[in-house]
């Protein structure tokens, strides 16, 4: 344990007349001004402010501070600033400065470390990004929006989940690919949903980057959209690399 003791030590003293607080005469008092210092295995700490102290100096009996008369209080006050403790300053021992030099190095090394993970992460999130909103490869999956007409009618009918490539044209963008069995209403607990079966029939459009974590693949015609956008900057919900 780092056992701390706290002792005084006199520097100062002289003695002055001041009403007494005890009467309405001048009395002889005699002042002392003490050090206080504290000190550990760590360090030894002379305060800045001193203990000053007052007592008759005819039968040695100490006023008690509570019973300062204001001069008392602000005569201490000028006695500090007239007579600064000597030496007053912190002083590290040889255990004290190897135990703050082990915490600096510590300080810094959390500090380092908390920078390097955000760091990492901030890197890592925009290389998931890229990777993303990249052309993809046969056999990489999205979930998304699926706009597409309802049989004959130009209606539009909007469904989520995920859709499997299955044909990349890196010349101009054109990429084939299957929807999920398991399309319906959106979710955030996109892993949940079905991404291992789909069906049979292959749909064709561009595919397009529109932002930093959203990309769309369009047909032709414009009537069918698959559209897939990044929240909580979770790719890895969104995008299932083939490799």
Not at 100 to 125: D, E, H, R, S
Not at 143 to 152: A, E, F, K, V, W
Request: proline letters at 3%; zero cysteines.
């Amino acid at each position: 344990m780092l056992r701390r003791k706290e002792s005084i030590e006199l520097y100062k003293s002289f003695e002055s007349k001041f009403v007494s607080p005890f009467s309405e005469t001048r009395e002889l008092i005699k002042v002392q001004l003490y050090k206080q210092i504290v000190s550990s295995r760590v360090s030894v700490n002379i305060k800045k402010k001193p203990l000053v102290v007052f007592y008759f100096a005819s039968n040695g009996v100490d006023i008690q501070r509570e019973d300062w008369t204001y001069e008392m209080k602000q005569s201490a006050k000028q006695y500090a600033l007239d007579y600064p403790v000597p030496g007053a300053e912190k002083k590290y021992s040889r255990f004290g400065k190897v135990i703050n030099t082990i915490t600096g190095i510590i300080v810094l090394l959390i500090g380092i470390t908390i920078f390097y993970y955000f760091n990492q992460k901030a890197i890592q999130l925009k290389n998931d990004f890229v990777e993303f909103t990249s052309l993809p490869k046969i056999g990489d999956k999205y979930y998304g929006s699926i706009t597409q007409p309802i049989s004959d009618s130009d209606i539009p009918e909007k469904s989520y989940g995920w859709i499997k490539i299955i044909y990349v044209n890196p010349a101009d963008s054109i990429i084939s690919y299957r929807t999920s069995f398991d399309l319906g209403e959106a979710t955030f607990n996109t892993l949940d949903t079905d991404y291992t079966n789909f069906e049979f029939i292959i749909f064709e459009g561009k595919f397009k980057a529109t932002a930093d974590r959203e990309i769309k693949i369009i047909s032709s015609d414009k009537k069918m959209k698959f559209e897939s956008q990044v929240i909580r900057d979770n790719t890895r919900n969104y995008k299932i690399s083939a490799n």
